[in-house]
């Protein structure tokens, strides 16, 4: 009995055995695997992805054209009629040497203006580190409290954190054990202890002191733990200094508005503006501009008229008005505008009031004018500048309204972003587009229907005004070398290598 016993055991262990045996065989958990899952897939999956085709991508351009990511500049090839070049109109001796020296002053105009802040930072996976990702700032030589900071993990025998700065020092505000912390009043920090609760109650009061005076600058600074590393901003400015337009106890049109203006010799359309003015804004400020040769006084009360040098220049003249403004609004008019019952200031005034425009333009007449801007990055070459009708979206909250970036000599503007655009005036017969190209990235600019003014009739029946109106048709117009000297002063000052006037 007891035999039996055993070999009964013995056989149990041999089958155990066996069935394991098969259970392990490699071969048999593939044929198992294959045949309990017949929908599993037996090839790898390949991993590398082919990027779609340019024409594809199109709908990722603002405005239809080719998706500019992934290049290393903007490309011109979107010719047309109105697609100027550099080279198609300057391709004289002395290119290089004028290519030269606008890459001399663009090298200039990145120390002065590029910040570390564009650097794309990445936040690692499970990182341990807290530390703020925006809204740091402090004052030039001011110092301030890092907020956020911590490290989180297992404590180990030499936890070591360390902060890295360029433009800055590190201290502390609380009272350490001796060699834990290394560097304070200078750019590289270091905190060692084998406690992370020491650890990060000194973070909390680790400071930043700004060492140099500069208005706008940024300094990158690198967090360390372990193999963690880190990185956040710090905003080094001094905060632009506010300032205020009193709108008088009243708020009145008069109080927030001044109409400006230039003229050259067309009195006769400059008194038919006046005179439109007076019949709806009678107590209004206006403000002329006036480089004509043989000036005439233009009386009446609330008027400024201010003479300059003969045939000094459009831009000339738009400076010079806008230099006297000292409301918070000026509104542009030509000389040959009227006013209807249609301008309507009040509009644009709680339209300026109300968003964050910078600039409302309305349409003249029945004229709408509205152009849209896109700019692009390019290479040694220049930047590009394309322009193409109508605008980006609606104005929220004002039917009618939209953004945009080119409008029409009517608009209302806050002063103070006009000044501190302003008019070049080296651009002294005909210019437009150049004060909005400048204005890219500081001008945000409206359009709205809702408002209208009128402009007058050409022509005159009067031999004498035909006269007038002739001479300063034939002052406007610009012969090739003037043509080619306003294109050449775009290429150079905004470091263009190609625009277009009208569309893309």
């Not at 606008?102 to 530390?131: C, D, F, M, T, W």
């Not at 590289?188 to 700004?210: C, D, M, Q």
């Not at 109300?354 to 509205?370: E, I, R």
Request: glycine share 6%; proline share 5%.
């Amino acid at each position: 009995m007891q035999l039996k016993t055993y070999c009964l055991v013995f056989m149990i262990i041999v089958l155990e055995a066996f069935f394991i045996s098969l259970i392990l065989r490699p071969g048999i958990i593939e044929s198992r695997i294959l045949f309990t899952d017949e929908k599993k897939p037996t090839t790898p999956v390949d991993s590398h992805l082919k990027l779609k085709p340019l024409n594809k991508l199109k709908f990722l351009s603002p405005y239809g054209g080719d998706w500019t990511f992934g290049r290393n500049a903007c490309s011109c090839r979107i010719l047309n009629s109105d697609m100027f070049t550099y080279d198609k109109f300057n391709a004289g001796k002395d290119n290089l040497a004028i290519k030269k020296r606008r890459g001399l002053q663009y090298e200039q105009y990145k120390k002065r203006n590029e910040s570390p802040a564009k650097k794309v930072i990445i936040a690692q996976p499970h990182s341990p580190l807290s530390y703020p990702t925006h809204g740091v700032e402090v004052k030039p030589l001011y110092s301030i409290l890092i907020p956020g900071l911590a490290v989180h993990g297992m404590e180990g025998e030499k936890n070591t954190v360390k902060l890295t700065a360029t433009q800055g020092v590190f201290n502390t505000i609380v009272e350490t054990p001796d060699g834990v912390v290394h560097g304070s009043g200078e750019q590289e920090l270091t905190i060692r202890s084998p406690s992370l609760a020491i650890i990060n109650n000194i973070l909390k009061h680790v400071t930043y002191t700004s060492k140099k005076y500069q208005i706008a600058s940024t300094d990158l600074v690198s967090f360390q733990f372990e193999e963690y590393t880190a990185e956040f901003v710090i905003l080094i400015r001094v905060p632009p200094m506010i300032r205020l337009f009193d709108p008088g106890p009243d708020n009145s049109i008069d109080s927030l508005v001044t109409i400006v203006t230039k003229t050259f010799i067309r009195y006769h359309k400059l008194r038919i503006l006046i005179s439109s003015i007076r019949k709806f804004y009678p107590k209004i400020m206006i403000i002329i501009a006036d480089d004509s040769k043989v000036t005439e006084k233009i009386e009446g009360p609330y008027i400024q008229q201010y003479t300059m040098p003969f045939a000094k220049g459009w831009f000339a003249g738009r400076n010079l008005a806008i230099s006297q403004v000292t409301t918070k609004y000026l509104l542009w008019v030509d000389e040959d505008f009227e006013f209807t019952q249609e301008t309507k200031l009040e509009k644009l005034v709680e339209v300026l009031e109300k968003t964050n425009l910078d600039l409302v333009g309305a349409p003249v007449s029945q004229d709408v004018f509205a152009f849209k801007l896109w700019y692009e990055e390019g290479d040694d070459e220049g930047d590009c500048v394309f322009s193409q009708n109508g605008s980006f979206h609606p104005l929220d909250g004002f039917p009618g309204c939209v953004v945009t970036s080119i409008v029409v000599n009517f608009f209302l503007a806050k002063t103070e972003k006009v000044w501190s655009v302003g008019f070049d005036p080296r651009f002294a017969r005909i210019a437009h587009t150049e004060f909005f190209i400048d204005g890219i990235g500081s001008l945000l600019v409206g359009y709205c229907t809702n408002v209208k003014v009128g402009h007058q009739k050409k022509g005159e029946k009067d031999k004498a005004l035909n006269e007038v109106e002739n001479k300063y048709a034939a002052f406007r117009r610009l012969d090739r070398n003037e043509f080619r000297s306003r294109l050449d002063m775009t290429y150079f000052k905004n470091r263009l290598k190609c625009y277009t006037r009208n569309r893309v």
